[in-house]
């Protein structure tokens, strides 16, 4: 790892504890009673370092127009490690629901409209930006056919499903716009719709019509989505920590404090020995550390905290907008000119701060559009 580059951890640290205390005092948002606070603290920290993932990428793209991943071990794990943890988290959450579904039945259009409302409205949101964003780079003008707007426009509607109409208006790369963070969002929607499935492995009362509808829908996002099915492994991980957890004997011995340090040493081997996130070993490593987290081990109290926990409820604006807004940070703010001339320590100055914009931004985002809808979901 480049050592201008780690002498940045330490005030980017430092730039995001003060901006999570500042901008909780300012925009005051409660805590929810859950069943699962450790995750809920993990989860602001998995999106935090997607947005360091994705910063160091805008570093290297800068300099040779190359979007690629990064040479970093730890960086680029940043980013695909996080999502591993995502998947895994989506994965366990859903199934521990199955699992502890007490009626037998499950209401799957209800289940399907609350997933609606909680995913959509800030992705939407997101891309209305976006869409902003690409009609002012290609100058307001009509590039391309009606058809072929419709069919992009359509396309980032329902999540960027279809990669082959993800340019807008004849934009090239327009990916680039919100670092291609929508590439996640079929598999998480293709795993929602294939849940009636994985509940008649728990036995539970479904109706076939749904349960053949909803495999019908997670086949044609996949089709569309040209989905690989190597990226499915770890929402397999996330269930099969659901079902250890439900054994009980395994989170009261995985709680306790001496785990924290075995969860920490295998992150540590992952970092030290492999480049991405994505080889099932590594999996099975996130699948572990995960295990242990979900057992309730805090990690010394530091997921558990109130701090951690404010930090996570805004994890979804996070992931959504922090692309966009290293995209107007640097083409904008900056211009590509002079961003291209940065030197590191420039460039990683600005990056930390821009931290405290950018959270402030997530956390008005989270209050505003993300809650109401949270909590007429629960009423």
Not at 88 to 93: D, G, S, Y
Not at 132 to 144: E, G, S, Y
Not at 181 to 194: C, K, Q, S, V
Not at 250 to 259: F, G, N
Request: hydrophobic letters at 55%; aromatic letters at 18%.
């Amino acid at each position: 790892m480049n050592g201008t580059i780690s002498i940045f951890f330490i005030p980017i640290l430092f730039f995001l504890i003060l901006s999570i205390l500042l901008i909780n005092k300012s925009v005051k948002i409660d805590l929810a009673e859950i069943r699962y606070p450790e995750i809920d603290g993990l989860r602001g920290y998995l999106a935090f370092f997607v947005f360091l993932h994705h910063a160091y990428i805008w570093q290297v793209f800068l300099k040779t127009t190359d979007w690629k991943d990064p040479e970093s071990n730890l960086f680029n794990q940043f980013g695909e490690t996080s999502v591993i943890f995502f998947f895994i988290i989506t994965a366990f959450l859903f199934t521990s629901k199955l699992l502890h579904n007490k009626t037998g039945e499950i209401d799957w259009l209800n289940y399907l409209r609350s997933r609606f409302l909680r995913l959509f409205p800030m992705y939407f949101f997101s891309i209305i930006i976006i869409f902003i964003l690409a009609a002012f780079l290609t100058q307001f003008t009509l590039r391309v056919s009606f058809i072929e707007i419709l069919k992009s426009t359509l396309s980032w509607l329902f999540f960027n499903v279809s990669k082959k109409h993800s340019n807008l208006n004849g934009l090239e790369d327009t990916f680039i716009l919100n670092a291609g963070i929508t590439w996640t969002l079929p598999y998480e929607w293709a795993f929602y719709f294939l849940l009636p499935l994985i509940a008649l492995w728990f036995k539970i009362k479904i109706n076939l019509k749904a349960v053949l509808s909803f495999t019908l829908a997670a086949a044609i996002i996949m089709i569309l989505n040209k989905s690989s099915l190597r990226h499915f492994v770890p929402f397999a991980g996330g269930i099969i920590v659901a079902l250890l957890m439900n054994t009980k004997k395994i989170p009261a011995i995985l709680k306790q404090k001496k785990y924290t340090i075995l969860a920490l040493l295998l992150l540590s081997i992952s970092i030290y020995f492999f480049n991405g996130g994505r080889k099932p070993i590594q999996i099975i490593i996130s699948s572990i550390v995960f295990l242990i987290i979900a057992s309730g081990n805090s990690f010394f109290g530091a997921l558990s905290s109130s701090f951690s926990r404010k930090f996570g409820q805004i994890t979804y604006s996070l992931y959504l907008l922090h692309g966009i807004f290293l995209f107007i940070i640097f083409h904008f703010i900056i211009g590509l000119e002079k961003a291209r001339t940065l030197t590191e320590i420039e460039f990683w100055t600005i990056i930390t701060l821009s931290i405290m914009p950018l959270i402030f931004i997530c956390q008005l985002c989270f209050k505003y559009i993300e809650l109401p809808l949270m909590n007429r979901i629960k009423k």
